[in-house]
């Protein structure tokens, strides 16, 4: 499974951006895919996976959205309201099973700048 992720870019506070995640490959073995975040100087961090109801790193509940596009094999970030602390390089992965927590692929990462 191949992962390419797209979309990153500079917005100012408050603005908004979509990432995408492309899957190619062997899709049928994915179930749970997500994003994941790493700014500079910090461990990289989960931020949203879409599995059953979806679940959401509680620095972004309520201004992030992950959805999917079977049909495309690809998921989304739509981010809101978007902050300085969000910046940072923005990771697509995926797993064979149900969690997240320690995915079998990734992607190569986008990078999100927000300017104050």
């Known amino acids: 499974v191949q992962l390419q992720a797209s979309g990153g870019g500079l917005v100012q506070a408050g603005g908004s951006l979509r990432l995408s995640c492309a899957a190619s490959g062997r899709t049928f073995s994915i179930n749970a895919m997500g994003w994941f975040r790493q700014a500079p100087g910090k461990e990289r961090e989960f931020v949203a996976v879409?599995?059953?109801?979806?679940g959401y790193a509680d620095s972004v509940k309520g201004r992030f959205t992950i959805s999917r596009d079977n049909a495309k094999n690809t998921v989304y970030l739509q981010m809101n309201s978007l902050k300085p602390e969000d910046t940072a390089v923005y990771y697509c992965?995926?797993?064979?099973?149900?969690?997240?927590?320690?995915?079998?692929?990734w992607g190569q990462g986008t990078l999100v700048t927000v300017s104050s």
């Open positions: 879409l599995w059953g109801s979806g």
């Open positions: 992965a995926a797993d064979r099973s149900a969690s997240i927590a320690n995915p079998d692929y």
